[in-house]
């Protein structure tokens, strides 16, 4: 009881901090993302005073991200872009590997390499799911219908498109002892293991569906133990097992049920999620770092805002297309997921890592104010 008394109530300390910040952010007009983020930095090993305990908060932030991209992975219907703005289905995933190329080439001319260029540029490539989903719910926003439509249609899609790019990336990524085809087949069978989970998970909860505490602990107990699983026996990123868990039961009945009751938790978890990500830039670095930051930058401008309106405008989106470039002209979770797995092996040294957390800042904060900027009444030609 001793022990366990200081850790609840650091947990509730840093999640009232998370609040003031959030409703202070919001009061100035900026998303309370940036006010998590604040928290964190302030409660780092890096910045004078209280420090959390790194590894109670990276534990919830692990139990954030897997039901924040669980979550995620439940709300796509990819059959559902058959029929509504079919331009995204080519829109999307071209803006992925056209953006995740550059990246490529500035590895080659800085010198980091291709593999940690393409680390680089994939993490540019993906935008902010929770991010995006506020911008559309947002009471200042100023986007209509079609847009909000598009944006969401294109973050998921970069998120499925990402899964697949991801994955080859983590095989070349791969050790001497875990060899690039051993990374692959491993990505394959877990594939294989979500789609198994994706028949009987359904039955579960169609079983449990009148209890309503249980069908929210089966719910919640499966996309954790499935990432886990997977990121466990086939060394698969927690938030990339996580995604492919929710995505393959997406088509179920049950989903958006599931969904729905998860929603509060994962709200919850991802706050203590950006609180982490924010306890791990060090300001010591970020003198060193600005070459990079300056760079990573540019590369969402160029190679990411630049690419989505020329695109948006070649498919005839059916959306404003500047605004929707600049709703999604930011990095977050998988872009964290991508830089960590790249620190840990090696492939990106801790100033870069530094030059993308502080991206995540900058991006979030600096995309969400911009798509706002647009009159309600903007035309989507």
């Known amino acids: 009881m001793e022990l366990t008394a200081p850790a609840i109530f650091e947990i509730g300390a840093l999640l009232l901090a998370a609040a003031a910040a959030g409703w202070l952010a919001r009061r100035v007009h900026l998303p309370a993302v940036i006010g998590y983020l604040v928290v964190g930095l302030a409660v780092s090993p890096f910045t004078p005073g209280w420090v959390a305990d790194p590894a109670q908060l990276h534990l919830l932030a692990d139990i954030g991200v897997v ?27 071209i803006q992925m590997v056209i953006t995740a190329a550059v990246g490529v080439g500035v590895g080659v001319v800085t010198g980091i390499g291709p593999l940690a260029g393409a680390l680089l540029g994939l993490a540019v490539a993906f935008s902010s799911s929770v991010v995006v989903l506020n911008i559309t719910r947002s009471r200042r926003r100023t986007t209509d219908a079609r847009t909000e439509k598009a944006l969401v249609g294109w973050a998921v899609l970069q998120d499925v498109t990402g899964v697949v790019l991801t994955g080859f990336l983590l095989a070349a990524m791969g050790t001497a002892e875990h060899p690039w085809y051993v990374a692959l087949l491993g990505l394959a069978a877990f594939i294989g293991l979500a789609w198994v989970a994706a028949w009987v998970l359904p039955q579960a909860l169609r079983a449990v569906h009148e209890d309503k505490d249980l069908f929210l602990v089966v719910a919640i107990g499966a996309g954790l133990a499935i990432a886990g699983l997977g990121a466990y026996l086939f060394q698969i990123p927690l938030a990339l097992a996580a995604f492919i868990a929710g995505l393959a039961i997406s088509e179920s009945h049950e989903s958006a049920e599931a969904r729905r009751r998860i929603l509060p938790f994962r709200d919850l978890f991802a706050i203590l999620f950006f609180v982490a990500v924010g306890s791990l830039i060090d300001p010591t670095r970020l003198p060193e770092a600005l070459p990079w930051l300056g760079l990573v930058l540019a590369l969402i401008v160029v190679a990411k805002l630049a690419v989505t309106y020329g695109l948006a405008r070649l498919t005839r989106l059916d959306a404003h297309p500047l605004q929707l470039a600049v709703g999604l002209a930011q990095i977050g979770e998988f872009s964290f997921v991508l830089a960590s797995v790249g620190l840990a092996a090696g492939v990106i040294d801790p100033i870069l890592y530094t030059a993308i957390l502080a991206a995540v800042a900058l991006s979030i904060g600096i995309s969400t104010v911009a798509v706002r900027w647009f009159p309600r009444s903007a035309a989507s030609a």
């Open 67 to 93: 039901l924040l991209l669980f979550e995620v992975g439940i709300e796509i219907d990819l059959f559902d872009f058959r029929h509504e703005q079919r331009g995204l289905v080519l829109a999307a995933p």
